[in-house]
């Protein structure tokens, strides 16, 4: 594929951005006259930026926990700012995108057990209700899904804050409860009659064999076992894995009751696709021959003493460009993994969007981004390249968000990193263009001579990885 057919394959995408503010801080303003405080601007700002680019969608997260205080207690001065927040995008000539929930879970739920107590998933139903009945006229896409990556990172392996440590296979009853919560949501959201269309939302899983030893390309299946069997599996085919050979699984917790699996696998409108970077999967008694020369970071080397009890574990790149978050830059990853999950569930996928694909780098987090944005916009249209080549195969992706428009830093890492593609500037019009913007006006550049072939990058991955894409043919 060259790269003058890529406007004519993603033209017509649902071009979206997202922004870290939840509705419920928005400030109490006039329209769009946001100037009481840092977040208030920065909610302008993302504004300003979206509408000069003309994106079709902005996508913002409510607050369940400012939303919903105390059990039973709606806080209605944050549920009229968040009507405020709506008629302002509705005003700027966007469609108005919300997810219910990312990590903000109440204190009063979290108390009691949080995603590891069935109660959590049950109160969720009841939240998406009352916001259903109370915003459903105005909302494009409503995004159901808990961050049930995250949650599996926290529960299961200890990996996020708050620190509370690894809970293990014991975990896995928390991953239940969250896409539990997910078909709830839905059921509530369309008996409240909604106008707008809903989704979930799942981390997309790309990976490659460390080496093409054997022991690592068994270990990658392996690994699609279980990142397919827990999350997707459920959501598009409603069962949870059953895995090859003794060991932990959602069923022995007792956590699932009659009916769930069907609740889970409620009929959706569209799939989120969380997107961050892609991973090498090594065998266990591989992983002193291949771990980059500085190691993993220590988090990376607690979560693998779990995995590999499990048949795999989990190994960064070596020899390649990464963001100052280390994450690696492989522009077709995206594409790779897109395909593999069109090629697993088929039929059984709703129409996809593509979500939380930035680019994190440094910047300080109280002034502009030191970073160019040149360089995240080379990265960008690369990765819009190779997403246009499994497009014209056949893979319904409909849409596209870039995460997040500025104002999201990384909080793992005590807020060092700036995670946003617009900076703050005095004059709206300096700051970078929308994707859509460059690819509806026709000036997506990307560079066919530089793109190799798919089936000839895995060369260009070291240490004889292959395609993800090609790993089912």
Not at 142 to 153: D, F, H
Not at 349 to 358: K, N, Q, Y
């Amino acid at each position: 594929m060259s790269g003058s057919e890529v406007p004519h394959l993603m033209r017509d995408l649902d071009w979206g951005m997202a922004t870290a503010q939840t509705l419920a801080e928005y400030p109490a303003a006039d329209g769009l006259g946001l100037n009481l405080s840092p977040q208030a601007q920065h909610w302008a700002d993302d504004v300003t930026h979206v509408v000069g680019a003309t994106a079709v969608s902005l996508r913002t997260v409510l607050g369940w926990s400012r939303l919903q205080p105390e059990p039973g207690r709606w806080d209605r001065a944050a549920l009229d700012r968040c009507d405020r927040a709506l008629d302002a995008v509705l005003e700027a000539e966007l469609r108005p995108d919300l997810t219910l929930m990312h990590l903000d879970l109440p204190d009063w739920l979290e108390s009691r057990g949080g995603w590891l107590a069935r109660e959590t998933a049950l109160r969720f139903g009841e939240y998406a209700a009352e916001v259903g009945r109370r915003f459903g006229d105005r909302v494009d896409r409503w995004v159901t899904t808990p961050s049930v990556g995250g949650i599996l990172a926290d529960r299961v392996a200890g990996m996020r804050p708050p620190g509370r440590g690894a809970s293990g296979a014991a975990g896995l009853a928390a991953v239940h409860h969250a896409l539990l919560a997910h078909g709830l949501a839905v059921q509530a959201l369309r008996d409240a009659g909604v106008l707008g269309r809903i989704g979930g939302s799942l981390p997309l899983i790309g990976a490659y064999p460390a080496t093409d030893d054997p022991f690592d390309r068994l270990a990658l299946e392996r690994f699609e076992s279980w990142a397919m069997g827990l999350l997707f599996e459920p959501m598009l085919l409603g069962r949870h894995m059953v895995p090859d050979e003794p060991g932990p699984s959602v069923e022995a917790t007792g956590c699932v009751r009659p009916g769930d699996m069907e609740i889970i696998a409620v009929p959706q409108d569209f799939l989120n696709l969380l997107w961050h970077a892609p991973c090498r999967i090594a065998a266990p008694e591989n992983l002193p021959l291949v771990l980059p020369a500085l190691g993993c970071f220590e988090p990376l080397n607690e979560v693998n003493g779990l995995l590999a009890r499990l048949g795999f574990t989990i190994i960064p790149f070596d020899e390649v460009a990464t963001t100052s978050l280390g994450l690696p830059i492989l522009p077709e990853a995206l594409a790779d993994a897109v395909q593999v999950v069109h090629d697993l569930y088929r039929d059984a996928l709703p129409p996809l969007h593509i979500t939380d694909s930035g680019k994190g780098d440094r910047g300080d987090v109280l002034g502009p981004a030191t970073e160019a944005p040149a360089r995240r916009r080379r990265l960008l249209e690369s990765r819009l390249f190779w997403l246009a080549s499994v497009v014209a195969d056949g893979v319904d992706v409909q849409g596209y968000e870039y995460w997040s428009v500025m104002d999201n830093v990384g909080w793992l890492l005590d807020y060092a990193l700036a995670y946003g593609r617009a900076v703050p500037e005095t004059d709206p019009g300096s700051g970078p263009s929308l994707p859509c913007a460059w690819v509806s006006a026709g000036t997506f550049r990307a560079n066919a001579a530089d793109a190799p072939e798919p089936v000839a990058r895995a060369s260009a991955l070291g240490n004889g990885a292959r395609v993800l894409a090609l790993h089912r043919r």
